[in-house]
């Protein structure tokens, strides 16, 4: 087992990864920004070193600085939690060649997915069903046209090396597409630094269900159920739920053998989630693997009775998967994403929280690195706290979710509570009849 980690990251994931390490009695290494100097995630490693300042490229996302932590506190794995390096084959690569353990699939691996083109590819090869679409990157205007017009509109445009939420746009007649495509490349180039964009048919009134992975070093992949993330703005995930409404023991089965077979052929090891889109009839379609923990892990672990992150970390240190099943899911699990925001503009709405109140009893759990007096940076992702809570039935957990959304009291600043309220709320949340437009009557 490793001896020390350090946590390549911050706010609540970093707090996470802590926890974790605590638990397995590693020492760890905490790298923070000069604007992160009093966070929580800084006073409760064992040490911490100042990696730049307060802007990300300078800081967090720094390799060189990031890997000089790692030598001078002499560690023996990094963790990047989730969004920074999380997903840079590079910075795997980097790790590697300086006998650090980067907590994470393979540099090849993370490379192949992290191009979302050559994922969908190489998924459709190990038996993933996949949407029609380009099958590869498309470099001009007039074989977009002909795809586009071969699939039929609408369709979607993707910058294959996008992701969260941005670099997509929705394309309904050829016209928009002559405009659309420029721009989208365009836009992929400043954003992501390549052009590269696919197209795919845009799917109407979808779900988004994704599964669970877990892979060791020695072959085994297996697959902790589904979640649904079907409630987002800006096809970014608000809310996520386990198990999913529309998900039966025998299509959860089904999905997650494919899975598990898809991920064992390209050799995938550690924690990944597999994402589907799910039409009206329930055909399902992958759309793309996340080669890192996420941030609604929380919910397939209250589920499941398993702790994902430190899972991720005895595996990267050479355990063997000791499944002997899949896991069941048990009762069910709903977590809220509480984002320092305008809850009607979703404008971000950093500052100085001036009072805190966590909810707490019984299925619920907060996870943050927030707290009263301190400051809600403007550097970073906004999201400053996930509640979830878990319990016998659906019915229960929104009951509780609500209970729990009512007494979370976070002032002097804005945020996504009264939203999820909202939501939480609606008649057709709680029948769980929605898809990827629900928030559309909520948000202009
Ligand atoms: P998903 O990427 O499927 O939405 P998460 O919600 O777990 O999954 O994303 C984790 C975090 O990483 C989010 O804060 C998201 O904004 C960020 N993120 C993921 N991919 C990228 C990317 N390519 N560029 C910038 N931010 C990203
Ligand atoms: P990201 O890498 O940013 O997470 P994804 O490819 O996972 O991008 O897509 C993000 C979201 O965009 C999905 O969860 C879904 O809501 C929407 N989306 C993506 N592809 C399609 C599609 N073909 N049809 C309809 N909606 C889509
Ligand atoms: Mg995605």
Not at 118 to 135: D, F, I, R, T
Not at 143 to 170: D, F, M, N, Q, W
Not at 225 to 235: A, D, L, V, Y
Not at 325 to 335: N, T, V
Request: net charge negative.
């Amino acid at each position: 087992m490793f001896k020390k980690i350090l946590v390549a990251n911050r706010g609540e994931i970093a707090l996470r990864v802590i926890y974790a390490c605590k638990e397995l009695g590693i020492k760890t290494v905490a790298i923070f920004s000069e604007a992160d100097r009093n966070s929580l995630h800084v006073r409760f490693a064992d040490e911490a070193v100042c990696v730049g300042p307060a802007k990300s490229s300078e800081s967090y996302l720094k390799i060189p600085s990031v890997i000089s932590a790692a030598e001078i506190t002499n560690v023996d794995a990094i963790h990047p939690g989730y969004g920074f390096l999380s997903e840079n084959a590079y910075f795997a690569e980097v790790c590697e060649a300086c006998h650090i353990k980067f907590i994470g699939p393979s540099p090849n691996v993370i490379r192949l997915m992290g191009d979302k083109a050559s994922a969908l590819a190489a998924m459709s090869k190990a038996g993933l069903p996949v949407l029609p679409g380009s099958e590869g990157i498309v470099e001009s205007l007039e074989r977009a046209t002909e795809i586009a017009h071969a699939i039929g509109y609408p369709v979607i445009l993707k910058a294959s090396a996008g992701g969260g939420g941005r670099g997509i746009r929705i394309v309904r007649t050829r016209e928009e597409l002559a405009t659309s495509f420029p721009t989208a490349r365009h836009e992929a180039q400043i954003a992501f630094g390549v052009p590269d964009v696919y197209i795919e048919k845009y799917i109407e009134n979808p779900r988004h269900i994704e599964f669970q992975v877990m892979g060791d070093n020695y072959g085994r992949v297996i697959h902790f159920g589904e979640r649904e993330c079907t409630i987002q703005r800006r096809h970014q995930k608000l809310l996520e739920e386990s198990p999913s409404v529309v998900m039966s023991e025998d299509r959860r089965d089904k999905m997650g053998r494919l899975v598990e077979e898809a991920l064992t052929n390209i050799g995938y090891s550690n924690a990944g989630t597999v994402e589907f889109l799910v039409d009206e009839n329930m055909k399902f379609y992958f759309m793309e693997v996340n080669t890192r923990i996420q941030v609604e892990h929380p919910v397939t672990e209250m589920v499941t009775g398993t702790d994902l992150v430190k899972l991720q970390i005895m595996i990267a240190s050479g355990a063997k998967l000791h499944f002997e099943d899949h896991l069941k899911p048990r009762g069910h699990s709903i977590e809220c994403r509480i984002n320092a925001e305008d809850p009607d503009t979703l404008v971000p709405s950093p500052g100085k929280i001036t009072s805190f109140n966590v909810p707490g009893g019984i299925g619920i759990r907060v996870e943050t690195a927030a707290h009263s007096e301190c400051t809600v940076s403007p550097y970073y992702d906004s999201l400053i706290a996930k509640v979830a809570v878990h319990a016998n039935s659906r019915p229960e957990a929104v009951k509780k979710m609500e209970r729990a959304l009512e007494t979370f009291v976070i002032e002097g600043i804005k945020t996504t509570i009264p939203l999820q309220q909202r939501i939480v709320r609606d008649p057709d949340f709680v029948a769980g009849t929605f898809s990827t437009k629900f928030m559309d009557r909520y948000l202009a």
